[in-house]
């Protein structure tokens, strides 16, 4: 059980575009969905936290209008890149934090390696 | 001064070792400490969760907390090639508070 899924798995764009990258849950509900980046030999750096109907909390230094966050049904929350540049090339990972379950127990998707030219 | 350090490696051990992970931190209100392994080019999975001091084991993995030195371990026993990946620790206040990761520590295990 606690399966997150992401899609894609790997998006090569063009610098401007924007990209968008889905994280599910597929087997439990989760109120609360979390989003990161992880650039080379660095730590999972939290961007914002997504909650289910309302809208996503930001992490100081990460902005808002480049980074759409939608959270619209309990299974489901998306990350827009918007006009994306080359130093947005990272590996963005989501998390999900089961409703039901252990408050601070949060399950990982398999992340979204995201290239920039 | 990072809230958490860990030493990035890399750690070479070879097959059947005891491996010794660590953390330190600096914010004494941490209570959870969780440990994750992650695959190169995937995303955590998590090994070890504990909550407060004391020792929990599962396997051939045991996970130790001490909050008086503000230190973290994980130990795998008898180490396979398999174990060969990242080793995260992360841990935060509770409830729904923001967790905090290290940088990791990479293993790998020669057969």
């Known amino acids: 059980g606690a399966v997150v899924s992401q899609h894609p798995s790997r998006v090569i764009c063009k610098s401007g575009t924007s990209v968008k990258i889905e994280c599910r849950s597929l087997?439990?509900?989760?109120?609360?969905m979390f989003w990161y980046r992880q650039f080379p030999k660095q730590s999972l750096m939290l961007m914002a936290t997504?909650?289910?109907?309302?809208?996503?909390?930001?992490e100081q230094g990460v902005e808002k209008d480049k980074f759409l966050i939608n959270h619209a049904s309990l299974t489901l929350s998306t990350l827009t890149v918007t006009s994306a540049h080359p130093e947005d090339s990272s590996f963005y990972i989501c998390s999900a934090r089961n409703a039901r379950g252990d408050n601070n127990e949060q399950f990982f998707g398999p992340g979204t390696r995201l290239t920039v030219l | 001064q990072k809230e958490v350090e860990q030493d990035p490696g890399p750690l070479s051990v070879p097959e059947g070792a005891i491996v010794s992970l660590n953390c330190t931190y600096s914010?004494?209100?941490?209570?959870?400490f969780m440990w994750y392994r992650q695959y190169s080019r995937k995303g955590p999975e998590l090994l070890m969760y504990?909550?407060?001091?004391g020792n929990k084991e599962d396997g051939r993995f045991t996970a130790q907390v001490d909050k008086s030195s503000k230190y973290i371990s994980l130990f795998i026993r008898d180490s396979q090639p398999s174990d060969s990946a990242t080793y995260l620790c992360?841990?935060?206040?509770?409830?729904?508070?923001?967790?905090?990761f290290g940088i990791g520590t990479k293993l790998q295990v020669i057969p």
């Open positions: 992360a841990m935060n206040s509770g409830g729904y508070q923001k967790v905090t």
């Open positions: 914010n004494s209100a941490f209570q959870y």
């Open positions: 997504s909650n289910e109907g309302s809208k996503a909390t930001y």
């Open positions: 504990t909550y407060s001091s």
């Open positions: 087997d439990f509900q989760a109120t609360t």
